[in-house]
């Protein structure tokens, strides 16, 4: 009789051990966009520094994601003071999209698109009006950090 609970008890914590394994293998839904990356948008007179964080996808499909962004210029003249902020961004045909809009309610869509193994091209595009300095959208290439 021991030797049947001690044959139950070794092939159930077996079924234990390969559900937590299995469970814990998430190589298949894994982004390659997840991590940091880091670079520099080039606006012409100034550049600034970014570095963007990308989280791994929860239940929605979505990724949590970290803009910071450097000292930069404007091109009146005025300075930016660096910062970052939290938004979620979507994956969708092998390239991550995610936005936010300015205070002046003005919308900012990145785009990330997968260039070699540890860089992407990056576009920051600028919806709205824009100043006279300003262009509708500016790339980069960002190293994985």
């Known amino acids: 009789m021991n030797r049947k609970a001690i044959v139950l ?3 159930i914590a077996a079924m234990s051990t390969a559900g937590v394994a299995g469970s ?3 190589s298949a839904s894994t982004s390659y966009f997840e991590g940091g990356w880091i670079g520099e948008w080039n606006f012409g007179a ?3 520094d970014v570095t963007i964080t990308i989280g791994e996808k ?3 499909g979505a990724h949590k994601t970290t803009y910071a962004y450097g000292w930069g210029k ?8 660096p910062g970052s902020f ?3 961004g979507m994956e969708r045909d092998g390239v991550f999209t995610f936005w936010w809009k300015t205070k002046e309610g003005k919308k ?5 698109e997968k260039q070699k193994e540890d860089a992407v091209k ?3 595009e600028l919806e709205g009006s824009l100043e006279q300095y300003q262009r509708p959208y500016y790339d980069a290439i960002l190293k994985r950090k």
């Open 46 to 48: 100034t550049r600034q």
């Open 58 to 60: 929860n239940q929605k």
């Open 74 to 81: 404007s091109g009146t003249g005025g300075g930016t003071a």
């Open 9 to 11: 008890a070794v092939i």
């Open 122 to 124: 990056a576009r920051l």
């Open 86 to 88: 939290d938004v979620y």
């Open 108 to 112: 900012r869509t990145v785009t990330l």
């Open 24 to 26: 814990a293998d998430n």
